[in-house]
């Protein structure tokens, strides 16, 4: 079992983490995850995971309150994951480390580019919490960005209840059909719900090919780590 990759950035959603709860966070799906990235890190890929938060808020989820106010409480949610994560990962002797975007000492690092790219290089997996920073941008937006920053070779984005980019949502339309690949102009030009025209923008300005796979099947981050053809792959071309 071969990796294709040496330096990977895994887009969590927060419903990744919540398991059959839907909300907050289920103890056994994160120890999934966690052995998972554990066995990567073990074939010596370097693991950079960005996670999500809607498993807590997501900024739109209020009409009432103001936007950016909400969008800063989606960022505080997903540094609960990424505490969660980081326990999961170091009882199982896997050495993280979380890299917060809003500063917040007593819990994690700040986000620092470098310092970042030297842990991955000394074998630690880094959780990069809190999105960008920034209101009205998603965590999607911060995988792209990240992977830009730190040179990662693809974006793994892990969904949770689909295994890929359908033409249509496939739990409403039986004969919804499944791409095996796909280039980014065609999520924006047909309006594919599975990433934000920001993140696709990113994505696709930058040439960071993407794989958009389920997480329900076990293994699965593994199994796209060591090139099988499950999900959809996204490329420029
Ligand atoms: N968020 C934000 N800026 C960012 C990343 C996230 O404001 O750079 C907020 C936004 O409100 C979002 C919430 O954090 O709804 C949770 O992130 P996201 O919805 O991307 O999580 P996921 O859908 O992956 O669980």
């Given at each position: 079992m071969e990796p294709i990759y040496k330096r990977v950035v895994l887009k969590l959603s927060g419903e990744a983490m919540a398991?059959?709860?839907?909300t907050g966070i289920d103890q056994e799906t994160i120890s999934s995850i966690a052995d998972q990235v554990k066995k990567l890190q073990s074939m010596g890929v370097e693991i950079a995971i960005v996670v999500g938060g809607g498993n807590f808020w997501r900024?739109?989820?209020?009409?009432?309150?103001?936007r950016a106010t909400s969008d800063y409480m989606g960022m505080l949610g997903t540094m609960m994951n990424a505490l969660a994560l980081q326990d999961a990962l170091e009882h199982m002797g896997v050495v993280t480390r979380v890299q917060s975007a809003i500063e917040m000492r007593q819990v994690a690092e700040p986000y620092i580019r470098r310092r970042a790219i030297r842990h991955l290089e000394k074998g630690r997996v880094v959780i990069f919490g809190a999105?960008?920073?920034?209101?009205?941008?998603?965590t999607d937006t911060t995988a792209a960005l990240r992977a830009a920053e730190i040179e990662a070779?693809?974006?793994?984005l892990a969904k949770k209840g689909v295994d890929g980019v359908y033409d249509s949502d496939p739990k409403l339309n039986f004969e919804a059909k499944r791409f095996d690949t796909l280039r980014y102009i065609d999520i924006l030009k047909l309006g594919l719900?599975?990433?934000d025209s920001t993140a696709t923008s990113l994505c696709m300005d930058n040439r960071i090919p993407l794989i958009v796979f389920g997480i329900?099947?076990?293994d699965n981050i593994v199994k796209v780590v060591i090139g099988d053809n499950i999900g959809t792959h996204v490329k420029e071309e």
């Open positions: 398991g059959e709860k839907g900024g739109r989820s209020s009409k009432e309150m103001d999105g960008t920073g920034n209101p009205y941008f998603s070779e693809v974006i793994l719900g599975i990433m329900d099947q076990p």
